[in-house]
């Protein structure tokens, strides 16, 4: 039995797609669900912490069914929602005492001075969260989510707007739970944290996941080197043996080569010939950027207001 | 059950230390009882004071139910109810905890309304007649804290919360028997007054006040009461975001 199954999930917003027939199984690793923003990232954490209904298909968590078993889920759940909701005006033991007293577990008190101490706050417990940085919040909030010993752990954007080391930090926190035997479900748009903390990354455009690996796996299957070339105007990529072209962004053109040294040169004639100006090549290892960009394909120019991922982002606030 | 308690406890906490807020909430209704109890010249009753503090004591009952439907409005843009709803804890222990809290804290502030409508000339009553008194005010509370935070958990934001309360607070204490008896009123207010769920506390009061049982409007209220908290519960039970 796997921690979280997924078959042909998919949830509409009126005529709006969020989640298009999403089937995947996830089991003790740290799993990323990349995306950029209204891609349906918030929407399956959703789904699977039973707040909202699915549309179509189903999902099982821990054994149990999403929909028809929701209160079975939620007992071998956490969920912590990317909006840093911690009261203020209580202190960080009261906070984490809080869940626990709602989870019903046996012992609080040493549950709760016990998680506080896996997370680095035992010295400022009994402060006002007032006086609580950004990290020790999530950190707190992870402790809150802790207290129940969970199976499975949603994070929604867990690193959003922290500064590098409480990014560092938090990620070896949750390294640690996996090595406990915990499942992990993390939702981001950070690439590079994905790459170096995450054991297995699913990246999802438009509610489809685009490419499902490890991200040395999902980096493999491009080609050895990275080359991005700054080009003034338009200009049509020329096929060229052993030259893949990957995408757009801005005025940067991308493309993967066998042998990106020797490629460079050749690459920069035939541009010449196609007429563009070049302004600037580089020659670099592929990230999880470029597989991302290769997966969701030519990043489109950046469009105007849409209406409905406005109302997605809306819904989300809610 | 605990579920409920813990719930309470965080709403009482917060409260407790954000304590501006305890003692401004009192401000309207002590102006009521003080500008309008003591300075309206009426001639149906020798003592307005002892007339009207029921209709303030409901009154502040109402304000505190209304604005504690503000509660989970913050609760649910601030995201704590998407981790409360993700918790394995009854849905409806959010609704029933955030009732007794809001009823909790209108039963603190009606006594201090008490005390203050003693200090300025109103009748002292006997025990019974205050427990029974603290009866209705509780009933009262919460058919109108399940009601606001039912609307709360329904609308999108705290503009359009703090708009549907402003505009339903008003008419219903203008509409209801708390001003004025119904004898007195245009046929057209009567009527309206005799429909209004405040009429039905605030007679309940007046009734123990004179001394008698009231026990019509404690059924109407007991009805209500029982009506809407089954609504508002399943109501939770089925939320979904």
């Known amino acids: ?6 078959s042909n999930l998919t949830k509409f917003y009126d005529t709006l797609c969020a989640v298009d027939d999403l089937t995947l199984s996830i089991n003790n690793e740290i799993f990323a669900l990349l995306g950029p923003n209204g891609s349906g990232k ?18 099982m968590v821990c054994g149990n069914d999403i929909i028809s078993q929701a209160e079975e ?13 911690v009261d203020i005006k209580l202190t960080g033991r009261e906070n984490v005492r ?26 400022r417990a009994d402060d006002l969260i007032k006086t609580y940085s950004g990290g020790m919040r999530r950190r707190l909030e992870l402790a809150q989510a802790l207290v129940h010993e969970p199976n499975v752990l949603f994070l929604d954007e867990p690193t959003i707007g922290l500064d590098v080391a409480a990014r560092k930090k938090i990620w070896e926190h949750i390294r640690d739970l996996r090595k406990k035997g915990m499942t992990i479900f993390v939702t981001t748009h950070y690439m590079d944290e994905a790459d170096q903390f995450c054991d297995r990354v699913g990246i999802i455009s438009r509610g489809r996941i685009a490419a499902l690996g490890s991200p040395s796996e999902l980096k493999a299957r491009l080609m050895k080197d990275v080359i991005t070339v700054r080009v003034d105007g338009e200009c049509a990529p020329p096929p060229l043996d052993g030259v893949a072209y990957v995408g757009r962004t801005g005025d940067e053109l991308s493309f993967t080569a066998e042998n990106g040294s020797e490629t460079l040169p050749v690459l920069a004639g035939s541009l010449a010939r196609t007429g563009a100006t070049i302004r600037a090549m580089s020659l670099r290892e592929p990230t999880l950027d470029d597989v991302f960009l290769q997966a969701v394909g030519q990043q489109e120019e950046p469009h105007g207001f849409e209406d409905g991922k406005f109302r997605i982002m809306l819904r989300r606030r809610k | 059950m605990k579920g409920i308690l813990t719930y309470m406890k965080r709403d009482f906490l917060k409260w407790y230390r954000g304590r501006v807020a305890v003692v401004s909430a009192l401000i309207m209704p002590a102006a009521w009882l003080i500008f309008v109890g003591l300075a309206l010249p009426v001639q149906f009753t020798g003592n307005y004071l002892d007339f009207i503090t029921p209709g303030i004591l409901v009154m502040t009952m109402l304000s505190a139910g209304l604005s504690g439907g503000a509660l989970l409005m913050f609760d649910k843009i601030l995201g704590f109810l998407n981790k409360f709803l993700a918790l394995p804890t009854p849905r409806s222990s959010i609704l029933v905890g955030k009732i ?44 109108i804290s399940a ?8 609308l999108d934001d705290h503009d359009s919360y703090s708009a549907f309360s402003t505009m339903i607070s008003m008419p219903l204490f203008f509409t209801s028997s708390a001003l004025m008896p119904y004898e007195v009123m245009p046929a057209w207010l009567a009527t309206l007054a005799r429909l209004n769920p ?23 209220l007991v009805v209500i009461s029982a009506v809407i908290l089954g609504i508002c519960m399943s109501v939770f039970r089925r939320v979904t975001i």
Do not use: W
């Open chain 2, 100 to 143: 007794l809290f809001i009823t909790g804290r209108g039963l603190i502030q009606t006594t201090i309304i008490l005390f203050i409508a003693l200090l300025i000339g109103a009748t002292l009553m006997s025990p019974v007649q205050y427990l029974l008194t603290y009866v209705v005010l509780f009933l009262f509370g919460v058919l």
């Open chain 1, 1 to 6: 039995m796997h921690a979280i199954e997924m």
């Open chain 1, 42 to 59: 918030t929407t399956t954490v959703l789904m699977l912490t039973t707040l909202l209904h699915p549309t179509g298909g189903n999902a």
């Open chain 2, 198 to 220: 405040l009429s039905f506390a605030i007679d309940a009061v007046r009734e123990i006040g004179s001394g008698v049982i009231p026990s019509l409007p404690v059924i109407l």
């Open chain 1, 73 to 85: 889920v939620r007992k071998c759940i956490s969920y912590v929602p990317q909006d840093m909701a």
């Open chain 1, 98 to 123: 809080f869940f626990a007293d709602l989870y019903g577990v046996p012992d609080a008190k040493d549950r709760v001075d016990e998680v506080l101490e896996v997370m680095e706050l035992t010295d």
């Open chain 2, 147 to 154: 009601f606001a935070t039912t609307i709360a958990l329904y």
